[in-house]
C-alpha cells in the first residue's frame, strides 16, 4: 500500500446474470481525504460500496486496509464494521423513538452492562468533539434529518471508523445544514479519517471534496485531483462525450412565439391550503417556464401541491383561461389539463409492482375512466411511443417500474403526464437522485415543451439549474412568497439574497 493511502481497492470485477456490474475497477482513499464517487446512475458506484461492505462478494480482485499485511476479507457488513468502514445512508438507519445515545450504542457488544448514565455521558462526549447540537438523552425524532444524519456519522466514527462511506448525504438537507454536515466532515477529514462522498450534486463536490474518481459502464474512467478537472469536463467524463457547458441549454431553445404567448394559463389569487402555507397568488402564462425557489421547507412544494389539488385548498380562488374554476382534487386538476409531477417519486410517483407500461398509461386511465381500460395492445403502442421518445432504458414494456434506475423511474412518470397532453406541467425535483445526463434530457425536454406552446413550473433544489430552465421566479421563504424575480434578474446572488431577506417581507 501507499503510504498515506488507508484503502486500496484493486483490479474488481463483479457480474450479474447478464450484466457486467464491475470490470477491473481501482479505487484509492487516502487518511484524511474526502474523495467523490462519481458516475451516472447504472455506472457502478452502489456496486462497488457494496462490495467495500460486505453486500456484494467480489468476483475478482483484492480489497487493502492500512493495518493489515494482506488482502482483507469482507464477506458481510459485520466484517467491514470490524475492519473500520461504515456507511451512512441517504435513507435514515436509526431508531428514531429511542434516544440519540441509544442510537449511538444500539447493538454493540461494548455497551452490554454498561450503565444508561455512562452511555450517555460517553455519547455526550463524543457529540460534542464533533460538535454536534443534541442531547445524548433527547429522543432522536426530535432532530431535524441533517442531526439525525450527524448522529449516524458519530455512531461511525465512534467505532474506530478509518474508511467513512457517505451515501448521498445531502438529497434531503436544505442549503444551511449542508453546511452543518460539511463542517462535520471537514472535521474528520482534519482528524486522518478518509471519506467516500456519493452525489449527484455536482456544486458539493467542488465546494468539499479534494479528489474525484470517475466509473463509467461498471469501469474506471480515471482518478483526479480536483483543481485539475473543472465541472464540464467531469460531466463529459461521467458520459464519455464532449458536452459544452451545460448552461448553454437556455439558449439553444427555441422560445413560444405564438399569438397567444401572453395568455395567462392559470391563475391563482390568495390561494391557501391547510398545509400551511400563507395565501399567495400566482400566474403562468401560455408556453413560460416559470418556478419556485427557497429553501427546503420554504413552502416551494406545498404551493404546487395547492394548485393541484394535492392538499386541501382552504382559501383563494383559481382561473384557467380567464374563467374562475374549482379545484378541490387532483382529478379536478387533471379535467383542466394541469399534470403534476411529485417530489417524491417513490412514495406518490410510480407503483413499483406494476409494469413500465401500466405506470405509463395510469394518469389518462384515470381520465378515460376504469369502466372504460385500454386494451393490451393499445396499452403496449402508446407505452412502446413514449418509451421511445424519452429514451427509458428497459428491458420491455413489461419490466417491473421498480427494477428500473431512478432517472429512467422518473421519465416513466414523465411519459404518464405527457400521455394526458397538458396545457399546464407542474415538475417538483423532476431531476433530483438522477445523474446528469438525464437530468439535461429533462432540462431539455422542459425547454422544447415550452417552445411548442406548453406552460411548465419548475422546482428544483439546485439554483443554477433553475437560472438554466426558468425564466421568472417566485422566491419563498417561510412558506410564504417574498419576491419574484424576471430572467434579467435571475443570478445565483440575487435568487440567494431575495431568499435569505426577501423584497418585502410584509408580503
Known sequence: ????????????????????????????????EIHALMGENGAGKSTLIKVLTGVYEKDEGEIFLKGLDKAAIIRSPQDAQKLGISTVYQEITLCPNLSVAENMYIGRDEQKGVSWKKMNADA???????????????????????????????????????????DEPTSSLDEQEVEKLFGLMRDLRAKGVGIIFVTHFLDQVYEVCDKITVLRDGGLVGEYEIADLPRVKLVSKMLGKELDDMSDIKTDSVIYEGADKDTKIFEAEGLQSNAGIKPFDFYIKKGEVNGFTGLLGSGRSECVRAIFGADLVIGGTVKKN???????????????????????????????????????????????????????????????????????????????????SGGNQQKVILARWLLTHPEYLILDEPTRGIDVGTKIEIQKLVLKLASEGMSVTFISSETDEM?????????????RVVGELGSDELTQNKIMSTIAGGDNDAN
Do not use: W
Not at 1 to 22: D, N, Q, T
Not at 142 to 159: E, H, K, L
Not at 467 to 479: A, G, K, Q
Open 1 to 32: 500500500m501507499k503510504e498515506k493511502s488507508v484503502l486500496e481497492m484493486r483490479g474488481i470485477c463483479k457480474s450479474f446474470p447478464g450484466v457486467r456490474a464491475l470490470h477491473d475497477v481501482d479505487f484509492t482513499l487516502c487518511e484524511g
Open 124 to 166: 455526550e462526549k463524543i457529540l460534542k468533539t464533533l460538535d454536534i447540537p443534541a442531547k445524548a438523552n433527547r429522543q432522536l425524532s426530535n432532530y431535524s434529518i441533517a442531526i439525525q444524519q450527524m448522529v449516524a456519522i458519530a455512531r461511525a466514527v465512534d467505532m474506530d471508523c478509518k474508511v467513512l462511506i457517505l
Open 322 to 404: 380567464g374563467k374562475q374554476i374549482k379545484i378541490k382534487k387532483p382529478i379536478d386538476a387533471m379535467k383542466q389539463g394541469i399534470a403534476y409531477l411529485p417530489e417524491d417519486r417513490k412514495v406518490d410517483g410510480i407503483v413499483g409492482d406494476l409494469s413500465v407500461r401500466d405506470n405509463i398509461i395510469l394518469a389518462q386511465q384515470v381520465l378515460k375512466g376504469f369502466f372504460h381500460p385500454y386494451s393490451k395492445a393499445e396499452a403496449q403502442k402508446l407505452a412502446e411511443e413514449y418509451i421511445k421518445l424519452l429514451e427509458i432504458k428497459t428491458a420491455s414494456a413489461d419490466t417491473p417500474i421498480k427494477s428500473l
Open 467 to 479: 437560472i438554466r430552465t426558468c425564466s421568472r421566479l417566485i422566491v419563498m421563504r417561510d412558506r
